[in-house]
């Protein structure tokens, strides 16, 4: 026969607790973490677990907090849906992660999707923080960005793009490197995203000679748009705004028979574990992806709870100079 579910009340007796100081024990709410630790090991040895749906009529929250990613085809992204998820579970929460394509009208269309799904947050790393339905969207469930700012949020984790772009282009300047090609996930629908504007103002400041394209992270669609540079000769170094378009020069070199970086320097935007064990180990700027997934969670748990003083947490890159940029003389 199947055993009878453990309730509430029957952990309650077995701490000695009342039952609503046990509900708060099990969410990590508003007690110590010895009773904390106390609670729990007696809800397990009980078999307790918590009826998901009457939790959410006694509530009004439904424990899920909804995940959209720019683009899931970018390695970073993720990396960064994965560190989310788990830290929302350790809050007893549950990440529902959706995947915008990189499409600005899928990811409006996604975002009043989670709205209507009673989420009770939502993380955004946006395609388009220009589009005027996020301030509607952030006044129905409270919305954390991640990467570039959206009006009306409960939260931002906010990078420094113009540091990060300033740190890579200085960079390659400092090297030598003056005739750059700059590879963009920003399509032609949301041209005025703060890191694309910014590497144009750098490159006229530092004198460079860029020429921006869009790839897309997907490997394949990244490798055929680095064929194109690379056969124009132009250029002596790619700067990409992403790791994963990055490995698609890598490959389309190797497809060419060129050398990194004898025949071409390469340099990457975000970091991911893979760079390092590629040959040769990419220059990138790291983004520190375990701080942003705990200030991500801390400020969307906060504002899921209630309502709660919006927070602005500006990310800091820092240089990872590794063999995929070489001196060159002028």
Request: overall charge negative.
């Amino acid at each position: 026969m199947a055993r009878k579910r453990a309730t509430i009340k029957e952990v309650a007796q077995a701490t000695g607790l009342s039952p609503a100081a046990v509900s708060y024990a099990l969410r990590g709410l508003q007690v110590s973490e010895e009773t904390m630790e106390r609670v729990r090991a007696a809800a397990a040895e009980l078999g307790y677990e918590a009826d998901p749906i009457a939790r959410a009529l006694a509530s009004g929250r439904t424990g899920m907090i909804g995940v959209l990613c720019g683009s899931l085809e970018d390695l970073w992204q993720q990396s960064l849906a994965v560190g989310i998820s788990r830290g929302l579970r350790e809050k007893d929460r549950y990440a529902l992660i959706l995947d915008a394509v990189g499409d600005p009208a899928r990811e409006r269309a996604l975002a009043q999707q989670l709205r209507d799904q009673r989420v009770d947050g939502l993380i955004v790393q946006p395609v388009d923080p220009a589009a005027a339905f996020w301030a509607e969207l952030c006044e129905s469930v409270p919305v954390v960005a991640i990467g570039d700012g959206l009006p009306g949020t409960a939260g931002e984790v906010i990078f420094d793009n113009r540091r990060g772009v300033t740190l890579a282009l200085e960079h390659l300047k400092e090297l030598g490197h003056e005739r750059i090609a700059v590879l963009t996930p920003t399509g032609a629908r949301t041209p005025d995203r703060p890191a694309d504007v910014h590497a144009s103002a750098e490159a006229d400041r530092l004198g460079l000679d860029i020429e921006v394209a869009t790839a897309s992270y997907g490997l394949t669609a990244a490798t055929e748009v680095a064929h194109g540079i690379l056969d124009s000769g132009r250029h002596t170094a790619v700067f990409c705004f992403s790791d994963s378009i990055a490995y698609g020069v890598y490959a389309a070199a190797a497809e060419r028979g060129l050398s990194i970086p004898g025949d071409v320097s390469v340099m990457g935007y975000d970091d991911h574990p893979m760079s390092g064990l590629l040959s040769p180990a990419l220059t990138t700027v790291d983004w520190n992806i375990d701080g942003i997934v705990r200030a991500a969670v801390r400020l969307v748990a906060a504002a899921a709870d209630g309502p709660a003083r919006r927070r602005r947490v500006v990310q800091q890159p820092t240089l990872c100079e590794r063999g995929s940029v070489l001196r060159i003389s002028r």
